[in-house]
């Protein structure tokens, strides 16, 4: 476990990004329990990046790099599995994408993520917003959006 795999869908085995959208399923609908599209569309686009850390051929540690436009680039769907968090895995995934990326990163951070975020050189940039709302079993998860401005390459 260690080494940083960046690429693009077509890059990826077709069974090993089914377990990548394990993950994300697993965590972000399930654990999570917030039914939502995690399968956005976003995944198959050219200039999608996905990120991540294997341990043996499992993915344990995940992000997804939308670019928005020319000069910006999303950060989402970031990720740790139950069994591997508290490692650092994530923590060197962002940085990864900071180290690699010109231009602006935004992302929607879930509030209690919010300093760690910063502790990597995000800023809040919005009012914070509910995501995922509106069912009896789970009331919203909160959110604030964050940017990490640097200079254009
Ligand atoms: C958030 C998440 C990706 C962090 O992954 P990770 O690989 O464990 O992160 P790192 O080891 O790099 O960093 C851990 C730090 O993140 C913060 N953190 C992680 N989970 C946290 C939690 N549940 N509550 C509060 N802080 C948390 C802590 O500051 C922790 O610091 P510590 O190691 O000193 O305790 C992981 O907990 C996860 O998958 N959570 C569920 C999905 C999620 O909420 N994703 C974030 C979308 S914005």
């Known amino acids: 476990m260690g080494n940083i795999f960046d690429q693009k869908f077509h890059e ?19 654990e999570q329990n917030c039914p939502y599209p995690e399968l956005d569309g976003f995944d ?4 999608t990046r996905h990120i991540w850390i294997a341990n043996e051929d499992t ?17 989402s769907r970031v990720v740790t599995s139950v069994d591997n968090r508290g490692e650092g ?11 690699t990326t010109s231009g602006k ?12 975020y910063m502790e990597m050189g995000f800023v809040a940039n919005g009012e914070t917003f ?18 990490h401005e640097r200079e254009i390459d």
């Open 89 to 99: 895995l994530a923590k060197t995934l962002v940085e990864h994408v900071i180290n």
């Open 130 to 147: 509910e995501e995922c709302c509106g069912q009896e079993t789970n009331p919203g998860i909160l959110h604030v959006p964050m940017v």
């Open 12 to 30: 990826i085995d077709s069974s090993f990004f089914y377990k990548i959208l394990r993950l994300r399923v697993d965590v972000f609908v399930v």
């Open 105 to 116: 990163l935004t992302l929607d951070a879930q509030t209690y993520l919010e300093n760690w």
């Open 59 to 75: 993915p344990v540690s995940y992000l997804r790099l939308v670019n928005e436009d020319e000069k910006t680039n999303r950060i």
């Open 44 to 47: 198959l686009a050219l200039n």
